[in-house]
T-cell receptor, first 113, second 118 residues
Framework: KQEVTQIPAALSVPEGENLVLNCSFT??????LQWFRQDPGKGLTSLLL?????REQTSGRLNASLDKSSGRSTLYIAASQPGDSATYLC????????????FGEGTQLTVNP | NAGVMQNPRHLVRRRGQEARLRCSPM?????VYWYRQLPEEGLKFMVY????????ESGMPKERFSAEFPKEGPSILRIQQVVRGDSAAYFCASSPPGAWTNSYNEQFFGPGTRLTVL
């Protein structure tokens, strides 16, 4: 059974700091990994998707890496801003199409002005 | 291209009533998933459907819960005889057909329906 863990559970940083969020999964037989952002009381916004054959993906100030063999992914946020405050979720998919996502519990990020 | 739509956004029911949650996938998407987020917990998979077919319902409670995705119209998640423990946010996601190139099973989420059972 796939289990996804995110560390830390909560993180508070001053504005402008670079930060790393961690995600680990127990079963390395994954097809892809997605990072999402969830604002309080809102839905999920997809940030980045990394295929299992890829090592990293970048979008603006976000960079996600994947080490499938060790079961780890990191989300790097550069020059953090107060607007980045949200809960960040990682989720893994086992198969190519039509496959459930298994989510971690999330990291609650607060960026202080 | 509108995103995944869910309604209602908020739903209040008394114990024993029925709750019906609706989800319209993104245009062209043929795969629909339902997830539940209990208070202070992560998202958990419930069911995966394609048009007129339930593909995987291994995350669905055995009793009182059912889901459908008819040929025409939205997907429906139905909860009969609701109890307080059903209070949660229910999220729907959709993904494109497997034949689409570059789809990579990326799932797009709706805003959720927040169910409160009194």
């Amino acid at each position: 059974k796939q289990e996804v863990t995110q560390i830390p559970a909560a993180l508070s940083v001053p504005e402008g700091e670079n930060l790393v969020l961690n995600c680990s999964f127990t079963d390395s037989a994954i097809y892809n990994l997605q990072w999402f952002r969830q604002d309080p009381g809102k839905g999920l916004t997809s940030l980045l998707l990394i295929q299992s054959s890829q090592r990293e993906q970048t979008s603006g100030r976000l960079n996600a890496s994947l080490d499938k063999s060790s079961g780890r992914s990191t989300l790097y946020i550069a020059a953090s801003q107060p607007g980045d405050s949200a809960t960040y979720l990682c989720a893994v998919s086992r198969e190519t199409s039509g496959s459930r996502l298994t989510f971690g519990e999330g990291t609650q990020l607060t960026v202080n002005p | 291209n509108a995103g995944v739509m869910q309604n209602p956004r908020h739903l209040v029911r008394r114990r024993g009533q029925e709750a019906r949650l609706r989800c319209s996938p993104m245009k062209g998407h043929s795969h629909v998933y339902w997830y539940r987020q209990l208070p202070e917990e992560g998202l958990k998979f419930m069911v995966y459907l394609q048009k007129e077919n339930i593909i995987d319902e291994s995350g669905m409670p055995k009793e009182r819960f059912s889901a459908e995705f008819p040929k025409e119209g939205p997907s429906i998640l139905r909860i009969q005889q609701v109890v307080r423990g059903d209070s949660a946010a229910y999220f729907c996601a959709s993904s494109p057909p497997g034949a689409w190139t570059n789809s990579y099973n990326e799932q797009f989420f709706g805003p959720g329906t927040r169910l409160t059972v009194l």
